[in-house]
C-alpha cells in the first residue's frame, strides 16, 4: 500500500521556483573582476536560468549531458547552476586552480559538452581547447557573450521533468593519489542538503540574511549555499576576486551578516584588517570549514560576537558533515569552554551518521569514549556511494563511505579530527596527530602558518619535523616555537626540527598541500 499524500518530486529546479515566488526581490550583488557591479534578483535569476535552458535545448544538449563551468563566484555563475539543472543537464563545476594534465582529464572523463567560463580563464581555455575532446560549445561569462546568448530567449519555457534519484551536478575531488574522482551529486541528495543545510545550528541562514560566500562555487558546490541560499531566499553578495580588502569593503557596505571560507581566507581578511584598522561590525555568521580552524582564529571571531560555525566535510558529503552546532548546556559555558567545543568539529544533524573504525582492523568499529582515535566513516542520503564511472562493487551496499580522516567521537557525538588517515604520523608504533602539531604551532603570535609531516627515521619509522612560515616582521627562532608547543601536545610529539620557509605550498582549494610540502622535504635529513 502506498501513503496518500501528493506527488512532489524532490527536484532541485523547485528551490528557484520557490526563491523567485516567495524572495522574488531580494538581490544578488556581484562584484566583478573589472571592479564593476551589478545588481539581479532571485526572479531575476529564475528568469534567466529558464531563458538559458531554452539556449542549451536549441544547442541540441540533451538532459543527462554535462554543462561544465570554470568561473568564480558571481550572480551569472549562479543562473547557470539553474540552467544546466533546468534542461535536466548535469552541472560540473571545474576548479581553474588544477593543474593542466587534470583539467583535462576530468573535463574528457565528464564528457564535459559545453563549457561557460570567465574571460579571466581565456589564456586556460585557449591552452586546454585542443585538448579538451568533448566540449563543442565555449561560452565567456563576462565579454558579452553570455547575455547576448540567453537574451536570444524569452524564457517562456519549463523546466525538464525527471526522477528525483536523476543526477544533477558533478564535483571532482582531488585525492593525494591517482586522477581527481567525480562526485555525482542527486536531485534528491541536494535538496535534502539544501534544506538541512539552512538550519540555525548548521547555516543559519533565513530571508534576513546577506551572504558573502568566499568558498568558490567550483570547490565542493560552494558548501551548497547556491541551493540553500535560494531554499531560504537569503540576499547573497559575490565577489568575483579574492582580495581582502575587496571583501571587507563588500561585507561593510552591503552589510554582511554571514560568511563561508577555508580558514586561509580568514588569515588573509585579518591580516587586511589589523593593517587598515577595519572591523566587520554586521557579521554574526562565520562559517569555516575544509581544513581546522586554529584556535585564534574562534577566539578572535567570537569576541568580535560573531558565531562561529566551524564545519567538517567533504566533496564527497556534498559537503556537509558536522558543524559547530552548540551544544545544549552551551549557554554555561566559560568563554574558554565555548572556544573548545567550536575548536572541535561539531556534531551531525539529522541525515548524517558517524561511526570510526579501527586503523588496522577495518571490522572493528570503535567506540565513542572522547579518548580512541580512527578511521571515519560517514553514512546519509547526501553521502556518496561510489564514484562516478566507478563499477558498483559489493562494498556498495555496506553504505559506509570512508572518509580518509582520521578522528575522536565524544559520548554527545561531537566529532574531533585527529589527522588525514595519510597526514598522521607514525612514531614507535604510535601516532602523532600533524593537525594538532600545527594548530598548537600556529597559536604563537610570530607564526603565519605552520604544517607538520613526518619524516623517515631508521629507528623511530617517522618523526615530524613542523615547516613554519613567519608573519610579516616577526623573529622567532625554532627553540621558541618548541618551548610553546610543549605546553601543549606530548613530549615525544614535540618535532625534530622546525624548518622556516617563505611559503608552504597550497592545493587547488587553498588548503596546504602535504602532497607538496612532502615532494618539498623528500631528501630531509633529520638533525642527529
Ligand atoms: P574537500 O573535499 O576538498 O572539501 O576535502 C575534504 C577534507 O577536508 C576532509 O576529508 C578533511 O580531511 C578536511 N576537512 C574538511 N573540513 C575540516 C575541518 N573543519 N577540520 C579539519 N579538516 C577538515
Same mark, same amino acid.
Do not use: C, E, G, N
Given at each position: 500500500m502506498l501513503g496518500a499524500m501528493q506527488d512532489w518530486d524532490l527536484r532541485v529546479t523547485r528551490i528557484i521556483d520557490h526563491a523567485a515566488r516567495e524572495h522574488g526581490g531580494r538581490e544578488i550583488v556581484s562584484r566583478w573582476a573589472d571592479g564593476s557591479e551589478t545588481v539581479t534578483t532571485w526572479a531575476g535569476v529564475r528568469l534567466d536560468a529558464l531563458k538559458m535552458t531554452q539556449a542549451l535545448r536549441n544547442l541540441g544538449v540533451q538532459p543527462g549531458e554535462r554543462i561544465a563551468t570554470l568561473a568564480m563566484n558571481h550572480a551569472r555563475h549562479l543562473v547557470s547552476w539553474y540552467g544546466a539543472v533546468g534542461v535536466g543537464g548535469v552541472l560540473h563545476t571545474v576548479n581553474p586552480r588544477l593543474f593542466d594534465d587534470q583539467l583535462e582529464y576530468i573535463a574528457n572523463h565528464a564528457d564535459d559538452q559545453v563549457l561557460l567560463y570567465d574571460a579571466a580563464f581565456q589564456p586556460l581555455v585557449d591552452r586546454m581547447k585542443p585538448k =579538451?575532446?568533448? #566540449?563543442?560549445h565555449y561560452i565567456c561569462f563576462d565579454n558579452g557573450e553570455f547575455e547576448t546568448w540567453i537574451g536570444a530567449e524569452n524564457g517562456d519555457t519549463e523546466w525538464a521533468t525527471g526522477g528525483e534519484r536523476d543526477p544533477c551536478m558533478l564535483c571532482y575531488t582531488s585525492g593525494t593519489t591517482g586522477n581527481p574522482k567525480g562526485v555525482l551529486y542527486e536531485h534528491r541528495s541536494t535538496m535534502l542538503h539544501a534544506i538541512t543545510s539552512v538550519q540555525p545550528a548548521i547555516f *543559519?541562514? *533565513?530571508?534576513r540574511s546577506v551572504m558573502l560566500p568566499v568558498v568558490p562555487m567550483f570547490h565542493a558546490a560552494s558548501w551548497g549555499l547556491p541551493w540553500g541560499g535560494a531554499a531560504a531566499g537569503i540576499k547573497f553578495v559575490f565577489s568575483a576576486v579574492n582580495d581582502a580588502k575587496v571583501l571587507c569593503d563588500l561585507m561593510n557596505r552591503e552589510k554582511v551578516t554571514h560568511s563561508a571560507g577555508v580558514p586561509t581566507v580568514w588569515l588573509a581578511m585579518f591580516q587586511h584588517m589589523d593593517a587598515e584598522n577595519v572591523?566587520?561590525?554586521?557579521?554574526?555568521q562565520a562559517i569555516i570549514g575544509g581544513s581546522a580552524a586554529p584556535r585564534f582564529m574562534i577566539e578572535r571571531l567570537m569576541k568580535a560576537g560573531v558565531n562561529v560555525a566551524h564545519a567538517w566535510g567533504m566533496t564527497e558529503t556534498s559537503p556537509i558533515g558536522t558543524t559547530g552546532a552548540k551544544c545544549w548546556n552551551w549557554d554555561d559555558l566559560s568563554f574558554d569552554e565555548q572556544v573548545e567545543v567550536k575548536l572541535m568539529q561539531g556534531r551531525v544533524p539529522f541525515g548524517v551518521e558517524l561511526r570510526i573504525i579501527d586503523l588496522d582492523d577495518p571490522n572493528k568499529v570503535l567506540p565513542r569514549d572522547g579518548k580512541t582515535s580512527g578511521a571515519l566513516q560517514v553514512r546519509g542520503? =547526501?553521502? #556518496?556511494?561510489?564514484?562516478?564511472?566507478a563499477e558498483a562493487d559489493a562494498t556498495d551496499d555496506e553504505q559506509w563511505f570512508d572518509t580518509g580522516d582520521v578522528a575522536i567521537l565524544y559520548p554527545d557525538g561531537t566529532l574531533q579530527l585527529t589527522d588525514r588517515t595519510k597526514d598522521v604520523i607514525k612514531s614507535g608504533g604510535e601516532w602523532i596527530s600533524s593537525v594538532e602539531l600545527e594548530n598548537a604551532a600556529m597559536?604563537?603570535?610570530?607564526?603565519?602558518e605552520a604544517a607538520a609531516i613526518g619524516i623517515y627515521h631508521p629507528r623511530w619509522d617517522e618523526r615530524p619535523i613542523l615547516v613554519v612560515v613567519r608573519k610579516a616582521d616577526c623573529e622567532v627562532c625554532s627553540d621558541e616555537i618548541k618551548t610553546h608547543l610543549a605546553a601543549s601536545v606530548a613530549k615525544w610529539w614535540l618535532p625534530d626540527a622546525v624548518e622556516f620557509v617563505d611559503e608552504i605550498p597550497h592545493g587547488g582549494t587553498g588548503k596546504v598541500s602535504k602532497k607538496d610540502l612532502r615532494e618539498q622535504f623528500r631528501d630531509y635529513k633529520l638533525p642527529d
Open positions: =579538451w575532446t568533448t #566540449i563543442k *543559519d541562514l *533565513d530571508a572591523t566587520l561590525p554586521t557579521l554574526r542520503p =547526501w553521502v #556518496i556511494k561510489r564514484y562516478f564511472k597559536s604563537h603570535p610570530a607564526v603565519a
